[in-house]
């Protein structure tokens, strides 16, 4: 009985948090069925007097062509830092070569390089390759970026698994690629579901690369929510409605995917 009634005490500070997080999209959410006379810091709280899907409907309008860039960009970007990532933690775990404790090392170095620091020069090396404006330049920005993290996870992943595997499959024949192709990337789904959804979140959420490295007509939903505000007079109803437009997709991934990204956790996918 004390042990039931302890575990009931501890969800107390969990829901106290929950609700906290939860405030500003109550906020955002009401806000963005409020006509503009309604909305105003001393009314933030109330509910909207008459709900009008209005706001929703001329944000989607604005926001439709960005949204198309942003999963223009977030889809292959994670696909293929992924995929990539998966073939580095592969090689780096399981085939030993000289010289590889110094390319992990290197390869991690990547994720502690602030986004800041490189900005003149990856704007000068994208006018170069003539990827500057577009998205294929800002598509390849974000795999480079992912690479640290996805060979990271699949390395710490790939390391876990028993090394007998690999040799049953050169003892059979297989080359390195077969072994990769039949029997690690069919057990590798959980890491695979644990970068896809980190690697979406990071692409879809990104303002700095896309604001600098993309022209007007190709800018992701987030620099789009961010000009959306007027010069003289914010229309923060339709402001509010954008912005949960904008956070839906990354929203509905750890809704119905969180609990196999917690599984790929727990797998094995980002333990040291």
Do not use: C
């Amino acid at each position: 009985m004390n042990r039931s009634k302890t575990r009931y005490f501890s969800y107390i500070p969990l829901v106290i948090l929950s609700i906290f997080f939860l405030l500003p999209m109550y906020v955002m959410l009401i806000t963005g069925f409020k006509g503009m006379d309604e909305v105003s810091v001393k009314a933030m709280w109330d509910l909207p007097k008459h709900f009008s899907t209005a706001n929703f409907v001329e944000a989607f309008h604005q926001l439709a062509p960005y949204l198309w860039n942003s999963l223009n960009v977030v889809i292959p970007a994670a696909v293929i830092s992924s995929i990539l990532g998966s073939l580095n933690g592969y090689v780096l775990a399981k085939w030993k070569f000289k010289g590889a404790d110094v390319i992990f090392p290197l390869i991690l170095f990547g994720m502690f390089i602030p986004y800041q620091s490189i900005l003149i020069p990856l704007v000068d090396f994208m006018h170069k390759i003539n990827l500057y404006g577009g998205l294929p330049g800002l598509v390849l920005t974000h795999i480079i970026y992912g690479i640290p993290i996805t060979t990271l996870t699949f390395r710490n992943y790939y390391a876990g698994i028993p090394t007998e595997l690999v040799e049953a499959g050169k003892i059979d024949g297989a080359g390195m690629l077969s072994i990769y192709w039949n029997i690690l990337l069919p057990i590798s789904i959980p890491s695979f579901v644990v970068v896809l959804i980190w690697q979406f979140t990071q692409a879809w959420n990104d303002f700095l690369f896309s604001v600098i490295l993309t022209s007007s007509k190709n800018w992701t939903v987030t620099v789009a929510l961010n000009n959306m505000a007027g010069s003289q007079i914010v229309a923060w109803n339709v402001q509010m409605a954008a912005s949960l437009i904008a956070a839906l997709p990354t929203l509905l991934v750890y809704i119905f995917l969180g609990k196999y990204f917690l599984r790929g956790m727990m797998a094995g996918s980002l333990k040291g």
